[in-house]
């Protein structure tokens, strides 16, 4: 995809993203005068901006795609293939050949200068990569995360895993590490697609960089000055950074990309821990079996076992799980969901609270798992 239409597509998801948004907030907010500005939309207007700019995108000194939220509201009250009409025919073409080319409007202008968004856009919106993210607190990083995982889950299954696992335990490559390392450049030649969309290249001049003691990811720096990782649990756990690991980067460093970070990376350290007391229990279990569904399967004393390690704020994420996957008929024996150490009774209560058939599901912290592994290890021997 050519950087045009790549930028293109970015801002044409923010915007749809942004415009569902922006309406939710004006029903909500009943009589209220206040003008809701939609931070999806700003950052899908600095999309088009930068389009604009970057390839002379103007008639009669006009800008050709909005670059305010009034005229990305009108723009979108026509339909899509109209918006996309206007660009001069070198930058038209590619885009008629993409889903964004259609004969509907996403949004339909009524009194007062209101909008609500069309059926179609709806529809868009329903679409796998928007479901998760429309109803998301982040949902430009949800939107993200979706995107990735789109990309993974068109690799084959051993190419998930190898995948997966290489991320999750690389949290940043330095120039350094290229030069020594080649399985490193090898992973970047196997995969250059995932290495693109999972890493960003930051440009340190002989910088050096703080990584958190507790998750190993690079910290990030306020303008105040003040250090903050993927999760606030880094921050209690090492006293507020107040030791940090310092690592000298010359040149170019690969980091990777936020919601790689927060939702593969993060999440797996989790994973790594509970992988640790299966091993050690001389189990051995089958990652990522169907791609994600589970985080591990494995036999234990003639049963069929499954985990999945949850590392989530809110007890409702995994409620719905729950919900849903008991709506299927699960061919397990023990279905578990861990969950960190430092979630209280409550947290487990909560979860445990929704499940229907007690005997097979169960969620507890990593702390009761890896007890209760450890009993029965005992008692086998
Ligand atoms: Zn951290």
Redesign the pocket.
């Known amino acids: 995809m050519s950087d045009f239409v790549k930028i293109f597509n970015d801002a044409m998801e923010l915007s749809c993203l942004g415009l569902y948004e922006k309406q939710v907030a004006e029903v909500n907010k009943g009589d209220q005068m206040e003008y809701f500005r939609s931070p999806l939309l700003k950052k899908a207007l600095d999309k088009f901006s930068l389009l604009n700019l970057t390839y002379n995108l103007f008639n009669q000194g006009e800008p050709i795609l909005p670059t305010s939220e009034t005229a990305l509201i009108k723009s979108f009250n026509f339909s899509t293939k109209q918006f996309i009409n206007r660009l001069p025919d070198a930058y038209r073409k590619p885009l008629t050949k993409t889903d964004w080319y259609m004969d509907e409007s996403y949004v339909n202008i009524g009194l007062e200068n209101t909008y609500h968004c069309t059926p179609e856009l709806l529809d868009k919106l329903n679409e796998r990569i928007f479901r998760k993210a429309k109803k998301a607190k982040y949902k430009e990083l949800e939107l993200q995360s979706q995107k990735f995982i789109e990309l993974l889950f068109e690799k084959n299954q051993d190419e998930y895993c190898e995948i997966r696992s290489f991320l999750q335990h690389t949290p940043y490559i330095t120039s350094k590490h290229f030069i020594e390392n080649e399985s490193l450049r090898n992973f970047r030649t196997k995969y250059p697609d995932i290495f693109e969309a999972a890493f960003e290249r930051l440009n340190y001049q002989y910088a050096m960089i703080k990584v958190?003691k507790?998750?190993g990811?690079i910290l990030k720096e306020r303008i105040d000055g003040t250090l903050y990782?993927?999760?606030d649990r880094?921050s209690r756990k090492t006293n507020g950074f107040s030791d940090i690991k310092k690592v000298n980067a010359e040149g170019d460093i690969w980091v990777l990309r936020l919601n790689v970070a927060r939702y593969i990376y993060y999440s797996g350290l989790l994973e790594k821990e509970v992988k640790k007391i299966l091993l050690k229990a001389g189990i051995k279990p089958t990652l990522w079996p169907k791609k994600d569904e589970w985080d591990f399967e494995f036999n234990f004393k003639g049963e069929k076992w499954v985990i999945d390690a949850k590392d989530v704020k809110d007890p409702r994420w995994i409620q719905e799980d729950i919900k849903l996957k008991e709506k299927e008929n699960l061919p397990y024996d023990k279905v578990i969901y861990v969950v960190p150490s430092d979630k209280n009774s409550n947290y487990i209560r909560a979860v445990n609270r929704v499940v229907k058939d007690k005997m097979k599901i169960q969620c507890m912290t990593l702390a009761s798992f890896k007890k209760m592994i450890k009993e029965w290890k005992d008692e086998s021997e």
């Open positions: 958190c507790h998750c990811l990782c993927v999760s880094c």
